[in-house]
């Protein structure tokens, strides 16, 4: 079954990868936030559905998985500088959208994180306290005599949340730290090399003038040296005249 949906996951067309990609990078938060993220593949499934592709969450995940494989593996002959930016785009066009899908991980803040997770931690208790209320609800005989044992049923849920949600944050935090790390060594190794094209192009363009100019002195040079000849030629017939006519008056 599993290479079944492996299989299906690569028989995606252009069109739907691109919808998918679109999806994924408003979702792409949510995704790397919550441990427990399957409704997230369900919602994205579904919006899928909605423009006509019926994918269902696995095959999805399976997908995003497979992109992301992809994505990787083009990202570190880029960073070993065995393809250029430019070739990469040509040899896969999907690498530059999901590209701005891991860049807006960066920008995404421990605090924003820290609130998504909160904020799904709340569900829970909601849930575990409308939980215990049916049960006052509907035993009150027993209410006084299971209140301590009710406390205690009550805050075990919550104790193990809070320690789930620390233990995820903890590891979430490093990953994200490592993964910034990478991406932040890429960006300035891009913008070095962009620097240094600058710099090239400056220079080029510094020696294309420079040769300009030494063309146009050299031109000055000859011609000023072409216009001498021409004035020592007069100079010469002048002279030689002038001894013609000194001949001729002794």
């Not at 998918?20 to 993220?37: D, G, Q, T």
């Not at 690498?95 to 605090?111: D, G, W, Y």
């Not at 049916?134 to 035993?139: L, R, V």
């Not at 040296?225 to 030689?240: D, F, G, T, V, Y």
Request: proline content about 2%.
């Amino acid at each position: 079954m599993s290479s079944d949906r492996k299989k299906r996951s690569e028989n995606f067309s252009y069109e739907e990868t691109k919808c998918l990609i679109a999806i994924w990078k408003s979702k792409v938060i949510e995704l790397k936030s919550l441990k427990r993220n399957h409704h997230v593949f369900n919602v994205i499934s579904e919006e899928m559905h909605k423009l006509g592709y019926d994918r269902d969450s696995q095959i999805i995940h399976f997908k995003i998985n497979n992109l992301t494989q992809q994505y990787r593996k083009l990202q570190r002959k880029l960073q070993s500088g065995a393809i250029s930016h430019a070739d990469v785009s040509l040899l896969w066009p999907f690498f530059c959208p999901i590209e701005e899908i891991f860049n807006s991980v960066i920008h995404f803040s421990e605090s924003e994180q820290d609130k998504i997770l909160t904020n799904n931690i709340s569900l829970d208790k909601i849930e575990t306290n409308n939980v215990t209320h049916d049960i006052h609800q509907s035993i009150p005989l027993f209410a006084d005599m299971t209140r301590d044992n009710e406390r205690v049923s009550m805050n075990d849920p919550k104790d193990s949340i809070r320690g789930e949600h620390d233990e995820h944050l903890a590891r979430m935090r490093l990953l994200n730290k490592a993964e910034n790390r990478q991406l932040l060594s890429l960006s300035r190794k891009r913008k070095r090399n962009l620097e240094v094209d600058d710099v090239l192009e400056n220079l080029l363009k510094m020696q294309q003038d420079f040769n300009l100019s030494l063309s146009k002195i050299h031109n000055d040079q000859m011609t000023a040296l072409n216009r001498l000849i021409e004035l020592q030629q007069e100079s010469n017939n002048i002279q030689s005249k002038m001894l013609k006519l000194l001949d001729k008056a002794g």
